[in-house]
C-alpha cells in the first residue's frame, strides 16, 4: 500500500498542535541575523546595512539604526533590552541605545566583523571577532582592552556568559577556546569538533555551553571545566546557529532544519521539516511561544508558533492498516538472559533504540513518560536499590500500536564491598610488536610499550607484579587472546584495569570492522588478526571497576562509539569503560626511528609531567588529542567503549608515594 506522508506535531502533554504557520516578513534586503528583545515587544532585523526594529507581531516598523558602511552580519541587544551592539562588513562595531535610536558609540575593528557581543549583565565591556581576531572594549570610553590571535584559522563563532566571567571563540581550526573575560587568558583550549566551529551558545546559568560545527555536531560542555557533558544526535547539515531558550531548559539547533532538544537530555523536544534552504539563524521569543527564523540566502524572516508545547516529535500520517507494533532494542546493560541482568553498582545507564516506520508516539519507561532522540534512542541514569529492579518498557507508535519489554536488573553486593580508590590493584597490559613476521616492520612499536609500562610503574600506583608486557614474538595471536581472558577470572569490581596496544592495525570496509595484527599474522588474512569486536567482547566480561584501552594502531578509532558524558565531580564513583585511540579511521605515524610516535610522545609527556595527586582520564585525552592533532596529520579519538556498561565513571591515575 502507498503511504502519504505528512509532517505534523503532536504535544504529548499539552495537546497543543505545533507549526500552525509558518508566518511570514518580508524584507527587501537579504537578512543575516535575527534577535528578539528580552521583554518581547521587538523584534530586530540586521537587513543590508540596516538594524529594522519592528513589534514582535513583525507587522510594524519602529525604528531603523543606520550608520553601517557595509552589510551588517550580526545583531544582539543587551540583556536589559536597553542597549544594542551591531557587527559590520564595515570593518565596525556599533552601540545603539535602543529608546532614542541613536547611534551611542562605533568601535573600530580594522576588518570585516563576523559578530560583536555584550559582556555580562553589567555591558561593562563589548567583545567582536574578525577572521583573525578578537577584541573587546570598554563601552565607556570606547577604549580597547585587548586584542587576541590565537586560531589558526578563521574565527566564526562567538558567545559570552551571562555573568560576565567569560568570552568563547571558535574557529576553523576545530578548537574552542573560554577565556577570563577580564585578562583575556585562556583557561581551556578544547578540540570541540572535526570541522570549522559555526556557533557557540552560553546556559543563562553561566554553567554550560554548546558549540556546533561542520561535522554536523552539537555538542554540550562544562564552562568551569571544559569537560565534554552531552552530545546531541548528528543533523543532516553543518550547525549554522546555536542558541539557548530564555530560561535554559531548551536548546534550538539550525541546520537542514531547525530542531529543539531538551538542555538537560538532549532528547528531541519539537522538529520543524521543511524544503528549501537551510536555516542559518534564528531567535527564541522570550516566552517560549514562537521561533524567527532565517533561511541561507532568504530575505523573509518565517515566524513558527511553538504553542507553549513541551514535548513533541514528528510523525507520518495515521494509517489505521498498520498493525505493526514498534520494535525496542536494548544496548544496555548488554547481557539480558531470561530477561534478567545483574550489575554491582548503584546506578546505570538506560541505554536503547525503539523504532517503527510510521513514528513513534510515546515511549514510557516504569510509568515516566521519557524523551527519546529524533532517531529513537534513549538514555535514562537509573538509581538502583539492593536486589530486584523492575524495568518496564512500553512504546506506542503513531498509529496506537504498543509494545511491551520487561526485565530485571538484580543489583547484587560489590565484592569485597563498596569500591575504595586506596585498596585497588591497577591490572595493566602491554602490547608492543615492531618486529612482524609478515607485515612491514615498525620503528617505535615496542619502545614506546616498554616507556608506557615504566611511566606507569615508576610514577603511578602500577605495581610491578600486576603488569603484563607482551613485546614482540611474545605478542601471537593465542597469547594475547589467552592473556586477555585470563583477566576475566583475576579482575574483580574492587580493581581496574588498563591496556595499551602498539603495533599495526587494520580495517575491513566490507564488513565495518578493524583488527589488531599480532606478530606472526599473515598479510590479507583476516583469519590470523584480532578484531574489535573479539576485544570488546573478552572487555565486556572483564567485571572490573575502571576499565581503559588504549590503543596506538591505524584505524585504531573503529573501536570506539561517537558518544560524549556527562561529569560527575567524584568520577570514581561511577564504573567507566573508556577508550583512546591513536586515530580515527586513518593510518597514524610511526615517528622517526629512536623515538616515541606522535602519540605515544603526548601520552607519556604528559603523565611524566602531570604534578597533580589524582588524574582523570579525560584531562590525559584531552591533552593528547590537542597535542597530536597540532604535530601529526592524525586525530586522536578518545570516548566510551561501545555497548560495554559504562555509568558516567572515569579512571583517575594516582601519582606513587601520594
Not at 505545533?18 to 523584534?43: C, M, W
Not at 550547525?239 to 537542514?256: N, Q, T
Not at 507553549?308 to 548488554?334: A, C, H, M, W
Not at 587472546?481 to 570496509?509: A, V, W
Amino acid at each position: 500500500m502507498k503511504r502519504v506522508l505528512l509532517t505534523i506535531s503532536v504535544a504529548a502533554i499539552t495537546g497543543l498542535l505545533f507549526g500552525q504557520g509558518p508566518t511570514g516578513l518580508e524584507i527587501k534586503t537579504r537578512s543575516s541575523s535575527v534577535a528578539y528583545s528580552p521583554d518581547n515587544e521587538h523584534l530586530l532585523v540586521a537587513s543590508g546595512k540596516d538594524v529594522i526594529i519592528y513589534g514582535t507581531g513583525g507587522t510594524t516598523v519602529l525604528g531603523r539604526l543606520q550608520g553601517h558602511k557595509g552589510y551588517i552580519n550580526h545583531v544582539s541587544i543587551s540583556n536589559d533590552g536597553a542597549s544594542v551592539v551591531s557587527a559590520g562588513g564595515d570593518g565596525t562595531i556599533k552601540l545603539w541605545d535602543m529608546e532614542s535610536k541613536q547611534l551611542v558609540r562605533s568601535f573600530n575593528a580594522g576588518k570585516g566583523v563576523v559578530s560583536a557581543a555584550f559582556v555580562g549583565n553589567g555591558k561593562k565591556y563589548i567583545a567582536g571577532i574578525t577572521e583573525k581576531l578578537l577584541m573587546v572594549w570598554d563601552v565607556s570610553d570606547g577604549s580597547q582592552i585587548y586584542q587576541k590571535q590565537e586560531h589558526s584559522k578563521p574565527l566564526r563563532a562567538l558567545a559570552t556568559s551571562a555573568d560576565g566571567r567569560f568570552i568563547l571563540t571558535g574557529a576553523g581550526d576545530r578548537l574552542v577556546l573560554v577565556r577570563d573575560a577580564e585578562s583575556g587568558e585562556v583557561k581551556h583550549r578544547l578540540l570541540a569538533h572535526e570541522g570549522w566551529v559555526r556557533s557557540l551558545a552560553v546556559h543563562p546559568n553561566s554553567k554550560t555551553f554548546v558549540s556546533g560545527g561542520d561535522d554536523k555536531k552539537a555538542k554540550i560542555w562544562n564552562l568551569e571545566t571544559g569537560a565534554p557533558v552531552l552530545e546531541i544526535a548528528s543533523h543532516k547539515e553543518w550547525v549554522y546557529d546555536l542558541e539557548y531558550s530564555s530560561d535554559g531548559r531548551f536548546i534550538g539547533v539550525a541546520s537542514r532544519y531547525f530542531t529543539v532538544y531538551d538542555s538537560e537530555r538532549a532528547g528531541v523536544v519539537l522538529k520543524i521539516e521543511k524544503n528549501g534552504a537551510p536555516i542559518v539563524k534564528f531567535s527564541f521569543n522570550p516566552n517560549g511561544s514562537d521561533v524567527a527564523t532565517i533561511e541561507d540566502g532568504a530575505s523573509k524572516i518565517r515566524f513558527w508558533k511553538m504553542g507553549g508545547v513541551e514535548n513533541v516529535q514528528t510523525f507520518t500520517l495515521r494509517n489505521t492498516d498498520d498493525k505493526t507494533p514498534p520494535l525496542i532494542y536494548i544496548s544496555n546493560p548488554p547481557k539480558i538472559e531470561d530477561n534478567i541482568v545483574r550489575v554491582s553498582s548503584d546506578i546505570i545507564s538506560l541505554e536503547g533504540t525503539t523504532q517503527d516506520e510510521s513514528g513513534i508516539r510515546k515511549l514510557v519507561v516504569n510509568g515516566i513518560e521519557t524523551p527519546m532522540k529524533s532517531n529513537g534512542r534513549f538514555v535514562i541514569k537509573m538509581p538502583l536499590s539492593m536486589g530486584d529492579n523492575p524495568v518496564n518498557i512500553e512504546v506506542t507508535d503513531i498509529n496506537d500500536n504498543i509494545a511491551l519489554k520487561k526485565f530485571l536488573i538484580v543489583r547484587r553486593d560489590l565484592d569485597g564491598g563498596e569500591y575504595l580508590a586506596e585498596n585497588a590493584k591497577n591490572y595493566l597490559l602491554v602490547i608492543g610488536v615492531d618486529k612482524y613476521q609478515h607485515w612491514p616492520a615498525l620503528n617505535n612499536a615496542v619502545r614506546d610499550a616498554n616507556a608506557v609500562a615504566q611511566t606507569l610503574i615508576t610514577n603511578y600506583n602500577f605495581d610491578f607484579g600486576n603488569v603484563n608486557v607482551l613485546l614482540n614474538g611474545d605478542a601471537s595471536r593465542n597469547n594475547i587472546l589467552s592473556t586477555l581472558r585470563g583477566y576475566i577470572e583475576k579482575i574483580t569490581p574492587q580493581d581496574n584495569f588498563m591496556i595499551y596496544f602498539s603495533g599495526h592495525g587494520h580495517f575491513d570496509e566490507l564488513l565495518n570492522e578493524g583488527y589488531w595484527i599480532p606478530q606472526e599474522a599473515e598479510v590479507k588474512t583476516e583469519g590470523d588478526y584480532i578484531s574489535n569486536s573479539t576485544i570488546l567482547k573478552i572487555l565486556e566480561n572483564v567485571n572490573s571497576q575502571h576499565t581503559f584501552l588504549v590503543a596506538d594502531a591505524c584505524f585504531s578509532g573503529s573501536l570506539f562509539s561517537e558518544q560524549s558524558r556527562g561529569y560527575a565531580d567524584n568520577v570514581e564513583r561511577f564504573r567507566s569503560r573508556w577508550g583512546l585511540a591513536s586515530g580515527r579511521l586513518e593510518t597514524v605515524s610511526d615517528g622517526a626511528y629512536g623515538q616515541n610516535s606522535p602519540f605515544a610522545d603526548a601520552f607519556i609527556e604528559f603523565l611524566n609531567n602531570n604534578d597533580k595527586e589524582k588524574l582523570a582520564v579525560s584531562e590525559l585525552i584531552q591533552y593528547v588529542k590537542l597535542t597530536v592533532a597540532d604535530k601529526a596529520n592524525q586525530t586522536p579519538i578518545g570516548n566510551p567503549l561501545k555497548s560495554l556498561g559504562d555509568e558516567g565513571g572515569e579512571f583517575v591515575f594516582y601519582k606513587r608515594g601520594n
